[in-house]
């Protein structure tokens, strides 16, 4: 039976990927399914997220700094200037669509039953997760009048403001909804083997949703017209439920094999960056950034516990910087290999951020939840200990980077050893050793204190967030100008934006992205008229 559900499940892999279907098909009201239960559409819309999840995560590899172009190979375009069109980013939006009425359907098709609270308030808090997602890239959007099918065709865009509002209510909900049900007898338990999540743990699927909650209060109380709202939210944060402490993997049984459509059934971050199946190399024509190795190598932190694992060849991985173009012969992946991949071979998983075809999708990191507690103890908004939560942080993220496929921390690799010796290797830097953001040294670029402290917490999420959550990378460093970088500078070293930029702002990057065009094309009277360069997301404050 696990055989077949698992089979089910790999199914779903593959809507991140492939689907072009419009949330607004008319061919098809998901409302009116009758070949399929919540109890199947939930478990293959979990692993759809994930896929959309790591898809997304792929669309930013570049735009956030974290890949470049090789030597000897053109036809880059946009990727290099960052003339995005409506035809780029395109699954950020239809397939989140896409993805998102599942959990309707799930949603409509479950609340009335009492005894499935369990998996209503899943649905509700990946609804919530996939939405979160779309505000992040394209601000306002259709929400409320959103997933109703065929009765409406053209629904009007929402304030991001107020979509964010209204997933906290949800988020808040569906944590209730789970309490109230652990407290009955009647409620129908979440099978482990249907939950590729959290395995049927509601406690886990509760801290999940607090954390989600925490991401967005954060995002909101940075901005002055939201500020007294996310003051209202942090009051009324059930901190006694707690936020994560454990990687949020989605993992319906990933194996290296193909399905009967031809479609990878294997985790699709490791499809992305190391092997398809069939041992064929991904990523042939990328390779690191400078600006994301000095991270590593010892331009502004030395770490070659997570550079080891990560980046294959390392310290002496190729490397570019995106839009040189007039590089070196050397710069290109390792012969059979992609930059990513640090295993014996394609048949030999190994650890890092590609570590075999079965590994779990990270849709959090427990690194983030620390760091986003970090961040909301240093700012006021919660009491807590920053510094203890920003160390967490900093071990969670060589915790889960040691791990092997099977979410066992290598026999070789000691992760308290790796973390003080990270400590040690970068003595005088704020970035890695917390007490030092409260000792400004004469000289130092950054002299404000709380400035100094999120500057070292945005910074290590960064780079816990390498090559696994490059688009909220983005988002952050968009929120706080964090990892520090020079407006318009042309070194590698002071920034990540293309040498080829045709971006008008100081830092030489997009504010956000387009509309897809079936946007302009369907729902025309409703689709604002935004720009790459000079609209952002609410959130996104900075000049």
Sequence with gaps: MKKILN??????????????????????????????????????????????SQALNASYYTLGGFSANIYGVGGYGSTLTYAYTAGSFVTGFTASYDNANDY??????????PSLAYSTAIARIMKAYVFAKVVDQYNDVPYFEALKGSTMLTPKYDKAEDIYKDLISQLTTSI?????AQASVATSNIVPSTDPLFKGD???????????????????????????????????????IGFLSTNALVNPGYVKANNSDGVSQQNPSYNSLAFNTSNVRSQSQSIPTRWIMTFYTGSKLSDPGRGDVIYRGFPSTAVNQL????????QVPPAGFSAWFTGIDATSPGLGVAKGPSQGQSLML?????????????????TGDAEAAFKAGITASFDYLYQNQNNTVDPGKNVSSAVLAYQT???????????????PAIGDYNTDVLQRRI?????????AMNMIHCDEAFNEFKRTTYPRIVNGSQDALLTFASKQSVSTRPDKLPGRVLYPQSEYNLNPANVPSVTLFGSKIFWDTKD
């Design 7 to 52: 089979f089910l499940l790999m199914g779903a892999i593959a809507v991140g990927f492939s689907s072009c279907k419009k949330y607004l098909d008319i061919n098809k009201n998901t409302n009116d399914a009758t070949t399929a239960t919540p109890a199947l559409v939930l478990p293959q819309a979990i692993v759809g997220t994930a896929a959309v």
């Design 104 to 113: 309707q359907y799930v949603i409509d098709n479950t609340a009335a039953d």
């Design 176 to 180: 209730e909804l789970i309490t109230a």
């Design 202 to 240: 509601m406690n886990l699927w509760k801290k999940f949703a607090n954390t989600i909650k925490l991401r967005l209060l954060i995002k909101m109380a940075g901005v002055p017209e939201q500020a007294s709202y996310a003051a209202t939210g942090f009051n009324g944060l059930n901190t006694s």
């Design 323 to 330: 839009g040189e173009e007039n590089t070196s012969s050397s």
């Design 366 to 382: 427990a690194a983030e939840s620390y760091f986003l507690q970090a961040e909301a103890y240093v700012r006021g908004y919660l």
């Design 425 to 439: 290797a970068n003595p005088g830097s704020y970035l890695v050793n917390y007490q030092l953001t409260a000792m």
């Design 455 to 463: 500057e070292a917490i945005i910074t290590q999420k960064y780079i």
